[in-house]
């Protein structure tokens, strides 16, 4: 397992973040209380906590030049970024969000570059990989299934979290995961169950993906309630490392890179949802989604 490589194609957004008294309503015009930029998106998060974690890991998105500035913070994570296309005719995907002074939000979500792809640039991009290899995705860009696809036909394992989870999951070739990361919410839809709250219910979800999907392991995360490790050889679970939970942003990215490179690193399952589970705390427990993963020194 030790000399395979890790592919996150995926999305990479610019959070722009306006402080507001209220949401703005409709002809009004209102100043903002403050605006904070950050760097977002699915793709972008996992690949910056893949690179945290010690692993070697490609991010291959596709961006405007206003996007470039990411790619220069997930390098300083470690992460090659050389297979990412940048175009002048495209924006990087944007993210607009006002928190009103209650914390409520409001989010305008532009995709730009992330629903862009073409099938040339994804063919191109998995040139570079082959037998034992793994792709990561999320289903914030198009042609996920194009590229699940072509990732098997390469001998690639594909690693898929179906985060936002809308209609578009069921179209998509499923029968070719390897290995499904799912929240609670997530892992219900999937399994075509009600949503539940408690360690039975959990269970009982990451058993039914296992037998609809009897090839691939399931990681369902269940927030406060912790983690399920699940596959046809029995179910793990780790509760979470408790913390202060300043800003939960970041915190399924942030598990998802720990487990896998936990994984890799050839910790059993129950280690690596124990690391995972110590990592996403940290992330819990400060504001940011990136900048707030820790650095495998500080989890260890
Ligand atoms: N309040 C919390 N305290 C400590 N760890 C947390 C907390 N919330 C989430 N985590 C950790 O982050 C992981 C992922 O969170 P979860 O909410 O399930 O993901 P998502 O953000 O995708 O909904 C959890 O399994 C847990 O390890
Ligand atoms: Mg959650």
Redesign the pocket.
Known sequence: MSSERMLVLGSENIDLVYGVDHIVRAGETISSTGLKRSAGGKGANQSAALGKAGMPVFFAGKIGRDGVWILDLLRSFGVDVSLTVIRDDVDTGQAIIQVDADGQNSIILTPGGNKAFTEDEIDSILSSFGEGDSIILQNEINLIGYAMEKALERGMRIILNP?PFDGTIRDLPLDLVDIFFV???EGAELAGLSETDDDEGFRRIAGELVRLYPKASIVL????R??YYATSDGIWHAP????E?VD?TG?????CGYFLASMQDGLDPQASLAR??RA??I??SRPGAMLSMPLKSEVL
């Not at 979470?240 to 913390?243: E, N, Y």
């Not at 915190?251 to 598990?255: C, E, K, P, V, Y």
């Open positions: 985060s929240n609670e919410i995360t269940a927030g406060s912790g983690a979470v490392v408790p913390c939970a939960t915190a399924g990215d942030t598990f995972a589970s996403a705390s992330t819990v």
